[in-house]
């Protein structure tokens, strides 16, 4: 019998099992996401026989398509944008199963067609289980949810994956999770953030409870203070609509950032089932002292020089207000009121716009309290950081003093760095493979609880309703740059500096 080690299609089958028959329905299918993530996760989770033998996707959206265009478009795209080789035999195995409807959200007759192409498609045997990808806007959650919730069969399970934004803002949160609790159990709801489907962020866990050198050093007695960093150097991307209204706070600093805060805060889990992890996630939340203005930096990028080439304005991008207060940059400076971190600042920061791409989150361990050998530190002997790489280039370095070679005793400041890459045969899945499977599995682990998303938003409320005060002078950083310079006085107000690699 063929080993993993020989046989990369069977990879991961010994450490998981097998998802029941189902259905997965993606509302939104003619989509960005689905062409680019969705699609391509499938096909991943195809090409190592992860899906289940009787199984079936149905997309649905408002244009008209039929079931061999749709198929056609969903094959482009898993070429263009999985990370496996395309395998015609893999493809077959998962286009059989595809079917497409057309219908607009609020539509009874298109209700009727995709319940019809459901019964069909029970001849697959699939045991009445249903999953229902909401890749839609937020505007539109609760139609869909009451008509699915109308309609939801008796047999089988049923699963629902809503995708960010879930709200507004508090107020719209719990009123779409009004909508929601009417037909759907919490533990039949996955709220979707793709970042604790990356392999690094899971890793964060495995770091500090499978290792007994950290956790009794992740403390406010040996941790100087914690950056997380969440950059990018694109803009918006064509999404004006949506960015006008949500601003960098409510599109990454609501969800990805303060979940990376809360992954790093955590206490030990008692296991590691989906409750016990997010209920310690839910204690560092309700732990987040709000920030008052002084410790909040936002910001918005002109024009500038991002990686070579000239890239205008955010208010001069296409359909955005010439006079536009959206933020494109949030950095802030926050506390978790607990007996592990009492006074050790989280520096965080995210935006758009800036000089590369990267996702990192860096504990700088305090100084030794009388290094004999300060005076002789080559460039100053900096402080030990385990610096966490999320994004690209994933892995994790500890920044320790060494020796020079040579006469004397001069120290400098050097690397050990494990990346995934170099040390593991296989590349990293997509965050949505693991995502798309845990939910077939029923593993809402790495997916977001409503009390988390509560406590998010009462953070990022009490933030913007600060911010309706004052009106800031955009924009305020040049585009390629890393924020405005007061995100810099932030920290040199603490005597730190921002971590520039």
């Known amino acids: 019998m063929a080993t993993t080690q020989e046989n990369p299609l ?12 189902c259905i997965l329905v993606i509302f939104g299918a003619s989509g960005d996401l689905t062409q680019r993530k969705l699609f391509p996760a499938l096909y991943s989770l195809a090409f190592r026989r992860l899906l289940p033998e009787r199984f079936a996707v149905v997309g649905t959206a408002r244009t008209e398509e039929t079931d061999d265009d749709f198929r056609e478009r969903m094959k482009e795209a898993v070429q263009k944008y999985a990370r496996d080789e395309f395998r015609d035999d893999v493809w077959e195995s998962l286009a059989e199963g595809m079917r497409y409807v057309a219908t607009d959200f609020a539509d009874e007759a298109g209700e009727d067609r995709l319940a019809e192409t459901l019964n069909e498609l029970e001849e697959r045997n699939t045991g009445g289980n249903r999953i229902y990808y909401l890749a839609i806007p937020p505007s539109v959650f609760g139609i869909v949810v009451r008509a699915l919730g109308k309609r939801r069969s008796t047999k089988g399970w049923t699963r629902l994956i809503v995708e960010k934004p879930f709200g507004h803002d508090l107020a719209s949160a719990r009123e779409l999770n009004t909508a929601i609790e009417e037909h759907f159990e919490e533990n039949e709801v996955f709220r979707i953030d793709h970042y604790l489907g990356k392999e690094t962020v899971q890793n964060m866990l495995a770091l500090r409870f499978a290792n007994g050198i950290f956790e009794p050093i992740w403390n406010r007695q040996f941790v100087d203070h914690v950056q997380i960093t969440v950059a990018e150097s694109i803009g918006i991307e064509n999404r004006a609509g949506y960015y006008e209204q949500a601003g960098a706070i409510r599109d990454i600093f609501q969800n990805h950032l303060l979940q990376l805060l809360a992954i790093t805060a955590m206490e030990p889990p008692i296991d590691f089932t989906a409750d016990s992890v997010r209920n310690e996630k839910v204690k560092v939340l309700r732990a987040l002292h ?15 020089f991002v990686e070579g080439e000239e890239v205008v304005a955010y208010r001069e991008e296409e359909g955005v207000d010439p006079n536009s207060m959206t933020d494109t940059y949030v950095a802030a400076k926050l506390y978790v ?3 592990r971190w009492a006074d050790t600042p989280f520096y965080v920061r995210m935006g758009k716009r800036l000089p590369r791409r990267e996702t990192t989150i860096a504990i700088e361990f305090k100084r030794a309290p009388h290094p004999p050998f300060e005076e002789l530190a080559a460039e100053g002997l900096r402080p030990n950081v385990l610096l966490v ?11 320790i003093g060494a020796k020079v070679p040579g ?4 120290i400098r400041t050097v690397h050990m760095d494990f990346l995934y890459g170099g040390a593991f045969r296989t590349g990293l899945p997509e965050a949505y493979e693991r995502l798309i499977l845990d939910a077939m599995l029923g593993d809402a682990t790495l997916f977001t609880r409503i009390d988390e998303v509560e406590e998010q938003w009462s953070l990022v409320d009490a933030v913007v309703a600060a911010w309706a005060r004052d009106r800031p002078a955009f924009p305020n950083y040049p585009a390629g740059t890393w924020g ?12 730190r500096s921002w971590r520039r690699h």
């Not at 709000?290 to 500038?304: A, C, D, I, M, N």
């Not at 006469?407 to 001069?410: D, E, S, W, Y």
């Open 290 to 304: 709000t920030p008052g203005p002084k410790s909040v930096v936002r910001g918005q990028y002109g024009r500038g």
């Open 407 to 410: 006469q004397g005793m001069t």
């Open 337 to 339: 009121d607990n007996w």
């Open 484 to 495: 405005p310079p007061s995100a810099d006085e932030l920290l040199a107000r603490d005597g």
């Open 10 to 21: 069977l990879e991961g089958l010994q450490l998981r099992r097998t998802p029941d028959p």
């Open 389 to 399: 790489h999320v994004q690209p280039d994933e892995g994790v370095s500890l920044a």
